[in-house]
């Protein structure tokens, strides 16, 4: 079974940092690319960042040089590093995987920008 498990969201000052993690769990997944999507009120959910099996990173431009994804393959965990935080970065956060043909998706976690 598939399971993916985000973490370490919460309420943020502008110009703040969090630091989010995805715990996943049912597939070997040092063998795929791992993604980070947001979605905030209102608005379609949109790709962040990725990370490839061997460590290529991509971005929307609207997050780089402020967040950076890495991966843990010995405990199974992809993060996304936030700093520099907007208001505009108020979201619900999910990481996601494709597997054996399908998208499998975390429950998210909340992140809050505000003063």
């Known amino acids: 079974q598939v399971r993916l498990v985000e973490s370490g969201g919460g309420l943020v000052q502008p110009g703040g940092s969090l630091r989010l993690s995805c715990a996943v769990s049912g597939i070997n997944f040092k063998l795929y690319a791992m993604n980070w999507y947001r979605q905030a009120p209102g608005r379609q959910r949109e790709w962040v960042a990725d990370?490839?099996?061997?460590?290529?990173?991509n971005y929307v431009d609207s997050v780089k040089d402020r967040f950076t994804i890495s991966r843990d393959n010995v405990w199974n965990r992809v993060y996304l590093q936030m700093s520099s935080l907007k208001p505009e970065d108020t979201a619900i956060y999910y990481c996601k995987v494709f597997f054996r043909g399908r998208e499998y998706w975390g429950q998210g976690t909340q992140v809050t920008v505000s003063s």
């Open positions: 990370i490839s099996t061997n460590h290529t990173r």
